[in-house]
């Protein structure tokens, strides 16, 4: 259900385990197929001179496990079909993308850490992804009410991996620019030390500190 680095060891070994269970289904019912075959074949003609005489009990015996085994071999090819119709729904939404998308969990760190990885993946097109983080994204799905969340992406682009932790609000946007966001947090940083310095004090409606206190000192 996700493009992930080891999903084509996952589905080999899944496909393989398949392919052994409906060929020993197959080779197992066949021996009960041919007697109740012959067991049918046996009551049309009774007397017939190379008719075997078979019991009651060894036909139902072989019925169940002729029904038995071919039940199963139904199962396990149902499981493997609707497995593969899914991973071609999943390669379907993703075709030849250069951003890969390997995990994606959203909730509350220790609480509820839901996986919504194939949320993101329906969303994705292209080689790029940008989404506001909320219960719209993921179908109105909340983990934890009440409490403020977060989204954790491990994800790849050509080749190379790295993981983003937004928090419920915020825009989400894959690739990350590791360089931009450097800027961004030196301008914020800046920002904040202005803030700081721009900061004027006063006691009893005078004031006593910041640049607005230096000014009128000045104009004094």
């Known amino acids: 259900m ?19 269970i409906i060929a020993l289904c197959a080779v197992i019912g066949l021996p009960p197929t041919l007697y109740c075959g012959y067991a049918a074949w046996t009551a049309n003609h009774p007397g017939d001179a190379h008719a075997a005489v078979t019991t009651s009990a060894n036909f139902d015996v072989a019925f169940d496990m002729m029904i038995g085994c071919y039940l199963l071999l139904f199962v396990t090819a149902l499981v493997w079909w609707v497995w593969r119709r899914q991973q071609k729904r999943t390669q379907v939404l993703v075709p030849n993308s250069r951003l890969k998308i390997l995990s994606a969990h959203y909730g509350v760190e220790g609480i509820a850490d839901r996986d919504v990885t194939n949320y993101l993946l329906s969303r994705l097109r292209g080689d790029a992804f940008a989404e506001t983080i909320g219960a719209d994204l993921f179908g109105g799905f909340d983990p934890v009410g009440g409490k403020q969340k977060r989204l954790k992406v491990r994800y790849s682009f050509d080749g190379r991996e790295a993981t983003i932790t937004r928090p419920e609000y915020a825009l989400l946007v894959l690739p990350e620019d590791t360089s931009l966001a450097e800027q961004v947090n030196a301008l914020q940083q800046e920002l904040r030390q202005v803030k700081a310095e721009s900061v004027s004090f006063a006691v009893n409606r005078v004031l006593v500190a910041g640049p607005a206190a230096h000014a009128e000192q000045r104009a004094r």
Request: glycine share 0%; with cysteine; proline share 5%.
């Open 2 to 20: 996700t493009e992930i680095a080891a999903s084509k060891p996952t589905e080999s070994k899944l496909s393989i385990t398949c392919a052994v």
